[in-house]
């Protein structure tokens, strides 16, 4: 089965920019994770999908972080505004049977 | 509430020498315990991990992990490095059957160096 797609793969932009991250997961998996990893820090949390439908996002700086899947596929994470902080690797995941499988994630520099 | 601590951010070992990574965990629950490798520019690959049955638990690439209750381990060991093991480990927890086991919580990974 084909594997977590994540684009772009790197994108670089200046503060207060804004940036729109893709997912689409391995077909058929109801549950979506995006995660942030900072340099040098493991991945966070930032928000869980379970089909089209949020089941967590208490770790989503929501004043400037948006995410969504509308077809309860494919999501979306957007960044708006960026600060310096935001630098990091998105990544997208999705689990079966208690592993989660990665995208190689999409890496952010806010300059 | 969970969590992983890893001791030792950088590890250097010879080629053919023991690999050691140590990783301790918190759970208020019984957890599954996860370890994780990321190559350079790459995703996270899951290397092994325990769910409770098997406390000795073999993965890939000659890895292998045992869960500590007594001591709220669960450290990743290979027996002889290779150059090919140079990358960022990552032990992880989620809450198991009883709280969700999606829910994985790393920690701050250790990256393992493999001098020749």
């Known amino acids: 089965e084909a594997g977590v797609a994540q684009s772009p793969r790197y994108k670089i932009i200046e503060k207060r920019q804004s940036v729109a991250f893709w997912c689409n997961p391995i077909?058929?998996?109801?549950?979506l994770y995006w995660y942030q990893q900072i340099l040098g820090q493991g991945p966070k949390l930032l928000i869980q999908?379970?089909?089209?439908?949020?089941?967590?996002d208490s770790q989503l700086p929501k004043d400037r972080f948006s995410a969504e899947r509308l077809k309860g596929v494919d999501s979306t994470l957007k960044i708006q505004p960026a600060k310096l902080e935001d630098s990091a690797v998105y990544l997208c995941?999705?689990?079966?049977?208690?592993?989660?499988?990665f995208g190689e994630g999409s890496r952010l520099t806010v300059l | 509430a969970q969590s992983v601590t890893q001791l030792g951010s950088h590890v250097s070992v010879s080629e053919g020498a023991l690999v050691l990574l140590r990783c301790n965990y918190s759970?208020?629950?019984?957890?599954?315990l996860f370890w994780y490798v990321q190559y350079p520019n790459q995703g996270l690959q899951l290397l092994l991990k325990?769910?409770?049955?098997?406390?000795l638990v073999k993965g890939i690439n000659g890895f292998e992990a045992e869960f500590k209750k007594s001591e709220t381990s669960f450290h990743l060991t290979k027996p002889s490095a290779h150059m090919s093991d140079a990358a960022e480990y990552f032990c992880?927890?989620?809450?198991?059957?009883?709280?969700?086991?999606?829910?994985?919580?790393f920690g701050i990974g250790t990256k393992l160096q493999v001098i020749p």
């Open positions: 995941a999705s689990p079966n049977t208690g592993e989660l499988f």
């Open positions: 077909s058929g998996h109801a549950t």
């Open positions: 999908f379970q089909n089209n439908g949020v089941v967590d």
């Open positions: 759970s208020s629950v019984p957890p599954y």
């Open positions: 325990y769910t409770s049955a098997a406390t």
């Open positions: 992880a927890v989620s809450p198991g059957r009883s709280g969700g086991y999606q829910k994985v919580t």
